[in-house]
């Protein structure tokens, strides 16, 4: 036997290290080159017979080596470099937040990638979740690396999300395993972006400055402590991917575009002169507020067109009646997104999508148009919502920090604008026309939303341009100028738009998943009676907290109608026609507009702000109210009781009465003040 041990295994004993090697670079590794037993110097062999095979073995050991064999030695060499196995990325997760991919790669000792390597590997400390499924499952994952680099993704493993099961992983090649810690935040981390943007708004009183701070917040969770610095590029990116977003700048364009018609329009006289016939019919506050209230529901067929349009037209007049801008904001607000979810509009195809969806994720086999207006009656705060604000339009009542605002609105400077003499109502009415007409006949042939709304905007705007000049209202100069003029008027709700944003994709299911940690909050023990109360909660907090009423349907409902099919006992007792089942649904459409309407970071909310002229945080303090108003009234008398078995039709009048009857009770009349 060999004085001198040959290793044989191909891994070395180092825990988190990997040895490759042949045999040939073993045995020169291992010491010095045995002889043959007959060439030891103990052996009885006579001096010049060893002599003469020492010189043998010598010249053949001197032979020179061909050029292939020098190549496979040396990438044998090279191979037998000890491997580490580093994670890329995430190093930090916050706990229960899926990630795009758990990326590792092979660095040699001093750091280098190894891109020659390419082995198959065993990834464990991961666990995987199904979009039906609440629930996290361990999973192994088995793959090869290739140049040096593994990537684990859901998709790989033919799930939905994919996020570490602890602090450490571990990655197993052949018989050696590396184990690899990963930094893992609180789960209350997930919730921190929109509750710093809340707070901070409310303690600065400054959107935007919140908003970023809030933004920052959510980049730096998934950082280590020394690389926060990396945190502003991640923001800026972040931000950039918001502005790049083709949807997302078809809003931002169409809000423009709006803007610069608007300013069109007023200094073209084209709006003085609509109001001057508007106040022949609106001489009082009242009947400014009803009739603001009435134009809210005739836009039925897009929320954003509903707000801007609306608050453009009728911000003169009620200006000059002495309504308070926090009091048109909120008629905007209240019509807007709750006439567009329940009447026929942009958000019908995306709202019976997501129906579809949910319906496919339980197994449900119906047609799913027919199950979304099947759910009308049950979207009780939208329906109780219109009638209210319909309400306080008519009888002049408010209560809270609206009677203060609008006891605070006399502006005489407002009060006094002047109709230009000779102005046309054509210079308003046309560019109106034209962007009622085309949005229309784009949703008539279901063409995209965003698109149709940015053709609408532009050639609205186009058509306000040519006709201030045409009537020689402006000179073409004068044109530019208040074109420019109006776009520049829409900066800030633009930016607000964008950081908005900017949360909310923070808070998605691929980063944060906010939604999914207040579900698990809320549904740790949910009973088939609490359904439809629980899904206008859930739906209402996550709306709230990413300032999205469509990124909330596209989260719950392929999740809770799933969940309210099992609890209902599935497929062989449940029903699509069972009034708990259906309440559900509508409660969980309700829910987000509920949320996104009390949300400082809404879109909606930012919008109808902007469009009305009113400070953004005002016009949040003064909605609140009559917004939990009636989430109470829909809780308490309507998905409460229809958890129960009572009827739609018995619930619905029940809270609109209680609604109603707190307006009245609670609320007084600005112009008639109450001794």
């Not at 002049?396 to 006399?410: C, H, V």
């Amino acid at each position: 036997m060999s004085p001198y041990p040959v290793p044989t295994e191909p891994f070395d004993s180092h825990a988190g290290e990997l040895s490759r090697s042949n045999g040939l670079q073993n045995l020169l590794r291992s010491g010095p080159v045995v002889f043959p037993h007959s060439l030891c110097f103990h052996s009885p062999m006579t001096g010049f017979r060893r002599t003469c095979l020492l010189l043998i073995w010598w010249t053949v050991a001197s032979l020179p080596v061909s050029a292939d064999l020098s190549a496979d030695l040396a990438e044998s060499d090279s191979a037998a470099e000890t491997v580490r196995i580093i994670l890329d990325s995430p190093t930090v997760i916050p706990a229960g937040t899926s990630a795009a991919v758990f990326r590792f790669r092979a660095v040699g000792v001093s750091g280098q990638p190894l891109e020659s390597f390419s082995e198959p590997a065993v990834v464990s400390g991961l666990q995987v979740r199904s979009r039906t499924s609440p629930q996290w499952t361990p999973v192994d994952a088995r793959g090869r690396f290739d140049r040096g680099v593994l990537e684990v993704t859901a998709e790989s493993l033919k799930a939905d999300r994919i996020t570490a099961a602890g602090s450490a992983l571990s990655v197993r090649i052949g018989d050696q395993t590396t184990h690899i810690l990963i930094t893992v935040r609180p789960r209350w981390t997930r919730l921190l972006p929109p509750v710093l943007a809340i707070v901070l708004a409310i303690v600065f009183r400054d959107v935007i400055v919140s908003l970023v701070l809030a933004t920052l917040s959510g980049c730096l969770v998934f950082l280590p402590v020394f690389q926060w610095p990396k945190g502003i590029a991640d923001l800026c990116s972040t931000v950039v991917r918001q502005i790049a977003d083709s949807d997302h700048a078809s809003v931002l364009l169409f809000t423009a575009l709006l803007g610069s018609m608007v300013r069109l329009m007023q200094d073209s006289g084209g709006t003085q002169a609509v109001i001057s016939r508007l106040t022949q019919f609106a001489r009082t506050r009242r009947r400014g507020m009803v009739l603001t209230w009435i134009m809210g529901l005739f836009v039925f067929f897009d929320d954003y067109a509903n707000m801007l349009l609306i608050g453009g037209a009728m911000r003169p007049l009620t200006d000059r009646l002495n309504i308070s801008r926090a009091k048109l904001a909120f008629l905007l607000d209240s019509t807007a997104a709750p006439i567009a979810g329940l009447a026929v509009s942009t958000w019908t195809a995306f709202e019976i999508q997501q129906t579809a969806a949910g319906l496919d994720a339980a197994g449900i086999a119906t047609d799913p148009g027919a199950f979304f207006w099947s759910t009308i009656p049950y979207r009780i705060y939208p329906l109780l919502l219109i009638p209210v604000a319909g309400l306080i339009a008519f009888s002049g009542r408010d209560f809270g920090p609206m009677l203060q605002s609008e006891t605070a609105s006399a502006n005489p400077s407002a009060a006094s604008v002047p109709v230009a003499g000779g102005s046309s109502v054509w210079l308003a009415v046309v560019p109106v026309f034209s962007l009622i007409l085309i949005t229309i006949t784009g949703f008539l042939r279901q063409a995209d939303a965003y698109e149709i709304l940015l053709i609408a905007s532009f050639v609205a705007s186009t058509a306000a341009y040519a006709l201030a000049w045409l009537t020689s209202r402006l000179t073409l100069e004068e044109c530019s100028r208040s074109w420019l003029d109006g776009l520049a008027s829409m900066t800030t709700p633009m930016a607000i738009l964008v950081l908005a944003w900017s949360v909310s994709s923070l808070c998605g299911g691929d980063r944060l998943d906010t939604a999914g940690y207040i579900m698990d909050l809320l549904g740790t023990a949910l009973q088939p009676q609490l359904l439809p109360a629980a899904a206008f909660l859930s739906a209402g907090a996550i709306s709230f907290a990413i300032g999205s009423s469509f990124a909330t349907m596209a989260i719950m409902i392929p999740m809770i109608i799933p969940l309210a099919w099992n609890l209902l006992g599935g497929a062989g007792a449940a029903s699509t026609a069972d009034p708990v089942f259906a309440g559900t649904a509508g409660a969980l459409l309700a829910g987000a507009i509920f949320g996104d309407h009390c949300s400082p970071i809404s879109d909606t909310t930012i919008l109808s702000s902007a469009a009305a002229g009113c400070d953004h945080l005002e016009h949040v303090a003064t909605q609140l109210p009559y917004a939990l108003l009636t989430a109470v009234g829909s809780l308490l008398l309507g998905y409460l009781p229809i958890g129960f078995g009572v009827p739609w039709w018995v619930c619905l009048p029940a809270a609109g009465t209680m609604c109603c009857g707190t307006v009245f009770f609670l609320g007084h009349d600005k112009e008639h003040p109450e001794p």
